[in-house]
């Protein structure tokens, strides 16, 4: 790393600790910690929520990903995006999660079903959450020392340590730090700023790693591979073992059945100003991560290239002398991108990878800090106690954060003694299952189906969680075990909705008052009430999830997301029905559909999205700190988010 690119790193890092220190005399107690005082605008959702789930692991994991199967996984992941457009669209769960205003997903399942319950989900999600955590320091810090450089092992006092674990203390000091000082509300507004931020820095170092690494010559090393195993032909990828069809088919179902379960970044699911911001935010988001996600692959291929093309033979001899120095395959694996990477960016731009890697980590572990330490405090250690007074707002404030340093000591100590042997992806999917598997059955059946019980509840996340444990002791016990991560998380899911169906259907229970649970009718809130904009939706609009709140730019934003990846998804089908009544395509019209599906097309969509939403962020930034500035200034009570009850 030249001094240069230490510059372009530090300069942007004093910006965003400024930020987060003004917005810290925002913060008057509980409601914001937890919530962000649920005073964010649409863009502000987008920004900050798409940067906290794009973490430096994230990142790494795709590489992984993108470094084994190539384009193909884009191709596949084309049922993905659509399930997400879907959701985003109708604002699946969301929008009623939001109409509860439950602060916590336990606190949701407390209202709906029983306190016990709450205390039990809230203990299996925290014990998921957190051990899906804690290897994202380990991954983030090693990333710095292969990518910047560092020696991979420090010599001091006779003893000889890893570089990754002082660099890990540092990384994650400073997100702690962020998070311990004003928690929802400091993470949303840094979170929204680093976003903007890197948007346009992930335009600049993909246009330069195209003009060092022609598509010329990527298609000449990517058009080279086993039969079963291309790279650029979804249709002869057959033998690619992990990250093929079925992983994304399987991806596209749990993404749809756990929406709202992982709670990783809970505090933006209650943190907009009303249900119909929460929408929008949710459907600005898929305009956000569409060229991001591509503009990642673009780097994984060109790092592919420069170690694999003969040009840069003399070059990547040195990517292949530092992977030796690491013995452990699977993080072998993790280094390689971004090892090729550090040798193959010019100085400055080498400068904006690290930055934007820097605070996809902080952003990332900012939220989940604050997720899973809110979540022990407020969905096992407050439910627990006797008395039902309201705690003392300072004694709360006080648990919130020493559980943030609990849950970042734990994952410090987990990181550095546990040796990683699986795909990040897949060790995702095995501890996410543990409350995954049961959660979806139980949030989704809560907020949609009146006939829905406690006992159903408890079956569907006792059987989940049950057979996501029973798979990772096998997968430790017998590594070899046919089942990867993935399908064992599809039997826990499977399982979960046939145990809360039946349950359910077998209970003589009264139905629930779901108007009461969505404050609709005599108990409508009406600080939640977006302002209607017209009196009747034609069908085919409310199909979309349009309805009487959507203002005709609102409208324009919903049906243009709609047919663009209704566009993809035509592409998609038409070229599977070419595949099979007119035979394959030849491996160089696969070359040219990619050059324009994946690089061409994302990067003019990129540049289009930053600019819009960096004016769109920076609005609604400044629009937050006026709603923040009106409140504090009328002098409104804090409630207790203890006793609150929605």
């Given amino acids: 790393m030249h001094w240069i690119d230490w510059l372009i790193v530090l300069l942007p890092a004093a910006i965003v600790l400024g930020i987060a220190i003004r917005s810290v005399r925002y913060l008057r107690g509980v409601s914001d910690f937890l919530a962000g005082g649920r005073s964010a605008g649409r863009y502000l959702v987008a920004n900050a929520y798409g940067e906290a789930g794009m973490g430096a692991i994230t990142v790494v994991g795709l590489f992984e990903i993108y470094h084994q199967s190539g384009f193909v996984f884009g191709w596949w992941n084309t049922l993905y995006t659509l399930a997400m457009l879907l959701i985003a669209l109708t604002g699946f769960c969301i929008y009623r999660y939001r109409e509860t205003r439950a602060m916590t997903l336990a606190q949701f399942f407390e209202i709906r079903y029983s306190r016990r319950f709450r205390i039990f989900a809230g203990f299996l999600c925290a014990v998921s959450g957190i051990l899906n955590y804690a290897i994202f320091p380990a991954v983030g810090a090693r990333f710095f020392v292969y990518y910047c450089g560092f020696p991979h092992e420090l010599h001091w006092a006779g003893l000889t340590i890893p570089t990754f674990i002082p660099v890990m203390a540092c990384l994650m000091t400073f997100a702690a730090s962020f998070t311990i000082i004003g928690g929802q509300l400091t993470a949303m507004i840094t979170d929204c700023f680093e976003g903007l931020l890197s948007g346009a820095m992930y335009i600049v170092i993909v246009v330069t790693l195209l003009w060092l690494v022609p598509w010329t010559k990527i298609s000449e090393v990517m058009s080279v591979a086993p039969a079963g195993q291309s790279l650029l032909n979804p249709y002869d990828s057959g033998a690619i073992s992990d990250f093929n069809l079925w992983y994304v088919?399987?991806?596209?179902?749990?993404?749809?059945?756990?929406?709202?379960?992982?709670?990783?970044?809970?505090?933006?699911?209650?943190?907009?100003?009303?249900?119909?911001?929460?929408?929008?935010?949710?459907?600005?988001?898929?305009?956000?991560?569409?060229?991001k996600k591509l503009l990642i692959l673009i780097m994984a291929v060109c790092a592919y290239a420069y170690l694999r093309h003969p040009e840069f033979a003399g070059a990547a001899s040195g990517v292949e002398h530092e992977l030796k120095q690491i013995s452990n395959p699977a993080l072998q694996t993790q280094a390689r991108v971004p090892i090729a990477l550090s040798h193959l960016l010019p100085v400055g731009v080498k400068g904006m990878l690290c930055f934007i890697m820097l605070f996809a980590l902080i952003a990332c572990d900012s939220s989940y800090l604050h997720s899973w330490g809110s979540i022990v405090i407020q969905d096992v250690i407050l439910p627990l106690r006797k008395s039902g007074a309201p705690v003392d707002p300072r004694q709360h404030m006080r648990l919130l954060r020493w559980s943030?340093?609990?849950?970042?000591?734990?994952?410090?100590?987990?990181?550095?003694?546990?040796?990683?042997?699986?795909?990040?992806?897949?060790?995702?999917?095995?501890?996410?299952?543990?409350?995954?598997?049961?959660?979806?059955?139980?949030?989704?059946?809560?907020?949609?189906?009146?006939?829905?019980?406690?006992?159903?509840?408890?079956?569907?996340?006792?059987?989940?969680?049950?057979?996501?444990?029973?798979?990772?002791?096998?997968?430790?016990?017998?590594?070899?075990?046919?089942?990867?991560?993935?399908?064992?998380?599809?039997?826990?899911?499977?399982?979960?909705?046939?145990?809360?169906?039946?349950?359910?259907?077998?209970?003589?229970?009264?139905?629930?008052?779901?108007?009461?649970?969505?404050?609709?009718?005599?108990?409508?809130?009406?600080?939640?009430?977006?302002?209607?904009?017209?009196?009747?939706?034609?069908?085919?609009?409310?199909?979309?999830?349009?309805?009487?709140?959507?203002?005709?730019?609102?409208?324009?934003?919903?049906?243009?997301?709609?047919?663009?990846?209704?566009?993809?998804?035509?592409?998609?089908?038409?070229?599977?029905?070419?595949?099979?009544?007119?035979?394959?395509?030849?491996?160089?019209?696969?070359?040219?559909?990619?050059?324009?599906?994946?690089?061409?097309?994302?990067?003019?969509?990129?540049?289009?999205?930053?600019?819009?939403?960096?004016?769109?962020?920076?609005?609604?930034?400044?629009?937050?700190?006026?709603?923040?500035?009106?409140?504090?200034?009328?002098?409104?009570?804090?409630?207790?988010?203890s006793s609150e009850r929605p």
């Fill in 249 to 291: 088919l399987i991806n596209v179902f749990a993404t749809v059945y756990s929406r709202l379960a992982w709670q990783g970044n809970q505090g933006f699911n209650c943190a907009a100003i009303n249900p119909h911001e929460a929408k929008m935010g949710g459907i600005l988001g898929n305009w956000r991560e569409y060229s």
């Fill in 404 to 641: 943030i340093v609990g849950v970042a000591v734990f994952a410090f100590l987990f990181s550095a003694l546990f040796r990683q042997t699986d795909f990040i992806y897949m060790y995702f999917a095995i501890t996410g299952a543990i409350f995954l598997g049961g959660a979806g059955s139980v949030i989704i059946g809560g907020l949609y189906w009146k006939r829905g019980t406690t006992a159903a509840a408890w079956t569907a996340m006792i059987a989940g969680s049950s057979l996501a444990v029973a798979g990772i002791v096998v997968r430790q016990i017998n590594p070899r075990f046919p089942l990867n991560g993935q399908w064992l998380f599809a039997i826990a899911i499977s399982c979960a909705i046939i145990s809360y169906v039946i349950v359910s259907l077998l209970s003589k229970q009264p139905a629930y008052n779901m108007d009461k649970l969505l404050h609709r009718g005599a108990w409508a809130v009406q600080d939640d009430a977006a302002p209607s904009v017209q009196t009747r939706i034609p069908r085919w609009m409310a199909v979309l999830g349009i309805d009487e709140q959507f203002s005709r730019r609102d409208k324009l934003l919903s049906i243009g997301m709609f047919t663009w990846n209704m566009l993809w998804l035509v592409i998609f089908l038409v070229v599977t029905v070419w595949h099979v009544f007119f035979g394959a395509w030849p491996v160089s019209w696969w070359s040219q559909y990619w050059f324009y599906a994946g690089a061409l097309i994302p990067l003019l969509v990129g540049i289009v999205t930053t600019i819009w939403f960096t004016v769109g962020g920076i609005g609604d930034i400044r629009a937050l700190f006026r709603r923040l500035d009106a409140r504090n200034a009328a002098k409104t009570p804090e409630p207790s988010a």
